[in-house]
């Protein structure tokens, strides 16, 4: 199959492991539990894209606003609608990221990873500029080994068909569950 | 919104393909037979090549090396005469009236009308001045996965074909089956390419 095909047949994978996301991390008060990591805090904030449907059918709703004014998403989920984007707040022990995940490309988008240099470490020598470029890296490479943490635990649920049918009980509680 | 920005937006790519031996050798005599041109002084209508993520006009990485650990990163610099249709259209239909009244005809042939409108263009052009846009790139030779900061389909199809002429080496797209596919082991490929939408309610 290629690329052009994978990304219209396979588009609701990114979505349905972005809807999954925002039930593991609202199931456990903004909490999700990484392997070899542990406990990770992940907040869905701010800034939700919705979608359903194809071609003319097609429906898409925008919700802003902060994490207790996202009942519109929620009623969103109600009517079969699946997650497309998120504004995600991760911290990892002292470290903090901010980066809405466009979930059918997965895309990374506005990601503000943690500053970790004060603006007088920030010298011009070869020496300087190479390990503020790996920070920098070393900082954005740690944001995408979480999400891709976060997908495996999802897709080996998902090709699961028990796992994946327990869960989808459990999610399917979580969207009908009353405000 | 690129690698050193406050913030960054990206795509990921896997990299396919064996790295050369010596490859940090090699990149570097690739990236120097493919730093970018300056096209300021001449009417070439585009460049494109490689230059540094901390300056656009250090194509010659005496600034700053491409290679960070190990990590290669670069900015692919794109320079565009561009002439808009407005006004190529007006410049086109000042010369058709001005031929018109010189040579006294009534109209002019299909073929003198395509004449003029490309000898007007190019005459445009030169006078454009080439637009600048950059993209950065950060390739992590250890893990063969590249992070290339625009999400513009056209950006990165113009990275994909640059990327292949420098490095002999192609890039694909880390969409979610994709990246999928690298994260689980071979036991659950099966499984997931067999996997369909589900209804969450």
Known sequence: MDLVDLIVEKRFL??????WLWYK??????TVFLPGTGDTQLVFEKHMLLEYGEGEAFEKIICQGLQAELNEARTGLRMGKKLEQARIHIIQGEYEWHMTLKASLLEFRSVKPPKTMAGSEEGATAEAVEGRLLDRIGMLETATRTIDELFRVFLEIRTSPAAWQEELDRIRKWIRKPE | MGLLSSSATFVRYAVEGELPPN????????????AYRDIDDNYEERSVGWVSVLNMFDSSFEYASFAAGDHIVLTLRVDERTVSPKILKK???????RLLKERQIPKLSRTQKIEIKESVKLMLMKKAVPSPTTYDLCWNLSEGTLLFFSTSQKAQTELEDFFKKTFDLSLRLQIPYLTAEHLLKPEYHDALSRLTPDILI
Do not use: P, V
């Not at chain 2, 490859?23 to 493919?34: G, H, P, S, V």
């Not at chain 2, 410049?91 to 058709?96: H, I, S, V, Y």
């Open chain 1, 25 to 30: 991390s609202d199931e456990r008060g903004g």
């Open chain 2, 91 to 97: 410049f086109t239909m000042k010369e058709e009236a």
């Open chain 2, 23 to 34: 490859f940090l050798d090699f990149a570097a005599e690739r990236i120097a037979a493919n």
């Open chain 1, 14 to 19: 990114g979505q349905e492991f972005l809807t």
